[in-house]
């Protein structure tokens, strides 16, 4: 049994109020609240160890150098890979782009980017650029009519381009619909595939296992799984990832430089120009520490019944229509009212203190694909209750009842 008193405990912002009304933070898809040992380690590190990393021999710049590639073990202990194996960026973005763009060199013509309707931006946007510079093709298996990527649709559309690069999110963003990213994976590789999976929305609901998986790259954020905003991760087999040419040139990705040329250190050195964000990267490891010393199945059939709960109540609303897989999902529910406007249920939520999101997810793909322009999006994460759920669906139906007026 989880006891959520004591784990709330520690995330100062769930005692916050909004508007005057106590929060209720359910917009954990687009970030998640940070327990105490993050805030305070990135302060301590500004308070107590500010130094560069890798650049002096002073005793604060090795301390800094030990505790952020120390950061780096407590990340590949969690992901059950090598630290060489993993590159710090600032976010699952700029490990995308590092990697589309890395993967440029071998891409051509003709080449098949297989992606799926549900990706977020961040997993379609580097990729049109890869193509647009490749002369390679982009395309995108497509989602039934309620926002499923359907295992067999997947399966023979794999077969059918056996594409160069399969890029897909492990759980969506906009619907929290987990995929079968093995059995994906395992198709693809048998066309020789390179394989990428979008970790950002699974790293903290499903503690995912890169090699496991069977994957090539494997991306995400900090702050979606705990962490502070400015870091996230591109985890690559130490292989093709070090056979990957530099992203952004700078200090510290070098071994010589010349005026007329420079050499590169190897993985993962190569791709981490410039002065990282060291504080951040120390304060994520204290975030993966706090999850690893949670009973990960306690805390997942929480989330579970918290969101079939939710699920339940939602479903007993006459005009509402939920999207999504509401079988193999993250916690996130995605929801329309007859024709209102998201925006307009989200702001009368806002006034009593709940947090959703509303729009497109930066998912504006799938929503052309489900025919609307946005839904309300309500995120759940471990440390939320179900007197807040009730709290939601309360405020809900009093907000659909003034839009009725
Ligand atoms: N992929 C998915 C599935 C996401 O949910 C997000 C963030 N919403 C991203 C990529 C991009 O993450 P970031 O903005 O932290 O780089």
Redesign the pocket.
């Known amino acids: 049994m989880l006891d959520l008193t004591a784990l709330r405990s520690h995330f100062p912002m769930l005692s916050a109020t909004a508007h005057g009304e106590p929060l209720v933070y359910f917009d954990n898809?687009?970030t998640s609240q940070k327990p105490v040992c993050v805030i305070d380690t990135e302060a301590l590190f500004y308070r107590e160890c500010n130094a560069n990393v890798h650049r002096g021999v002073h005793y604060f710049s090795a301390e800094a150098t030990r505790r952020y590639e120390q950061s780096r073990e407590v990340l590949a202990d969690f992901l059950a890979v090598e630290s060489r194996e993993i590159v710090w960026t600032k976010?699952?973005?700029?490990a995308?782009n590092l990697l589309a763009h890395g993967l440029t060199h071998t891409l051509c013509k003709g080449d098949i980017i297989l992606i799926s309707e549900l990706e977020?931006h961040?997993?379609i946007v580097p990729w049109q650029l890869a193509a647009a510079r490749t002369g390679a093709e982009l395309k995108a298996i497509l989602v039934n009519s309620q926002g499923i990527l359907e295992l067999d649709t997947a399966l023979a559309l794999i077969a059918r381009y056996k594409p160069k690069v399969l890029a897909l999110?492990h759980a969506?963003?906009g619907l929290g619909n987990i995929h079968d990213i093995s059995t994906l994976i395992a198709a693809a590789k048998r066309h020789g595939a390179i394989c990428v999976v979008?970790g950002?929305?699974a790293l903290l609901h499903l503690q995912p296992k890169p090699k496991a998986l069977g994957c090539d790259f494997y991306v995400a954020?900090a702050?979606?799984a705990l962490g502070p905003t400015g870091v996230?991760f591109l985890y690559g087999r130490y292989e093709l990832l070090n056979a990957l040419p530099p992203y952004q040139g700078g200090g510290e990705m070098i071994e010589t430089v010349t005026i007329a040329a420079s050499t590169y250190r190897e993985a993962p050195g190569k791709f981490e120009a410039g002065t990282p964000n060291i504080a951040g990267v120390i304060a994520f490891a204290e975030a993966l520490k706090f999850i690893q010393a949670q009973n990960a199945e306690a805390l997942r059939t929480h989330e579970q019944a918290l969101y079939r709960y939710l699920v339940t109540h939602l479903t007993q609303i006459d005009g509402i229509t939920l999207y999504g897989d509401l079988s193999q999902n993250i916690g996130t529910v995605s929801f329309n009212f007859r024709d209102e406007h998201p925006f307009d249920i989200a702001t009368l939520l806002d006034h009593q203190g709940i947090a959703v999101r509303t729009g497109h997810h930066?998912n504006q793909p799938l929503m052309q694909a489900l025919n609307i322009s946005g839904t309300i999006r309500v995120s759940l994460a471990f440390y939320n209750t179900f007197a807040e759920v009730d709290c939601f669906i309360n405020a809900l139906n009093a907000a659909l009842a003034l839009l009725a007026e």
């Open positions: 898809g687009a976010g699952a973005t700029e995308l977020h961040a997993n999110c969506s963003n979008d950002a929305q954020s702050h979606k996230g930066c």
